[in-house]
């Protein structure tokens, strides 16, 4: 991997981390593009730039980082859960997963999700406006949720926001609840990775490259959520469905 390609996926992460599109999907269809094999340093390469891009949410949202919204992030520990045990209980049978063809699949799929919900969300009341307002019972059904991320091509924030969307929350505080929840779930995935080809990621030759693809997937990741949050507030999440199939099968005719 050279200098060039660890700052182009640093730009595909940042871009796409928080979008409904998934950024795993797209990291894996820039690895083929630029000639890199999914090696496991490769593979922990991207998760630590994905945690860059969580980094973003903290400078984004300062004020949640207090004892204030302790009961918050109370709730986030519970959306967590389902992902944490079953995510490390069947780590390598996921990994095993990460075929372009699995993904393509799931692009359509999820795309189809978005097309269907944003059908019929204006048809129920919004219940849960704010995101400090979200019970623990949604909290526990967005968590479920978030447990088909666990697929390629699906979208951890693809799937936690249409989870928080069918148990009643505003699009924008679907968004913001799938931003938060973004930090306990890739904070976890980056640990396991480090513990577990640290010394690969941190060799001399490695060192500028991760530092680049880190950086440069901080930035533009702190803008896109700026971007992400000015469009919900305004437009549906269709157009986000349309462009997974799009792209779903745009894959599935090059690969």
Not at 122 to 141: F, G, H, I, M, R
């Amino acid at each position: 991997m050279t200098i060039l390609d660890s700052i182009v996926l640093g730009i595909v992460e940042g871009i796409t981390e928080f979008l409904p599109i998934s950024s795993t999907g797209h990291l894996i269809v820039a690895s083929e593009f630029l000639g890199l094999e999914q090696t496991n340093v490769n593979k922990a390469f991207e998760v630590v730039i994905q945690f860059a891009a969580i980094l973003a949410v903290i400078l984004t949202y300062p004020s949640k980082f207090t004892f204030k919204h302790i009961e918050l992030w109370i709730k986030i520990a519970i959306a967590f859960l389902p992902i944490a045990a079953i995510g490390f209980l069947l780590s390598k049978q996921i990994k095993a997963m990460f075929d372009i063809q699995i993904v393509a699949i799931m692009f359509i799929v999820g795309g189809i999700a978005f097309i269907i919900i944003e059908k019929f969300y204006n048809t129920k009341p919004v219940q849960t406006l704010e995101v400090d307002d979200v019970t623990y019972k949604q909290a526990a059904w967005i968590g479920f949720a978030q447990l088909f991320a666990l697929i390629p091509g699906t979208s951890r924030a693809g799937a936690s926001i249409i989870g928080a969307m069918l148990v009643g929350l505003s699009r924008k505080a679907s968004t913001e609840f799938s931003f938060l929840l973004a930090l306990p779930v890739l904070s976890a995935t980056t640990a396991y990775d480090l513990l577990k080809h640290h010394d690969e990621l941190f060799a001399a030759g490695n060192i500028l490259n991760l530092s680049a693809g880190f950086i440069v997937s901080f930035i533009v990741a702190f803008l896109s959520i700026k971007v992400l949050i000015k469009f919900v507030q305004k437009f549906t999440f269709i157009a986000f469905g349309i462009y997974r199939i799009i792209f779903g099968i745009f894959l599935l005719i090059i690969f």
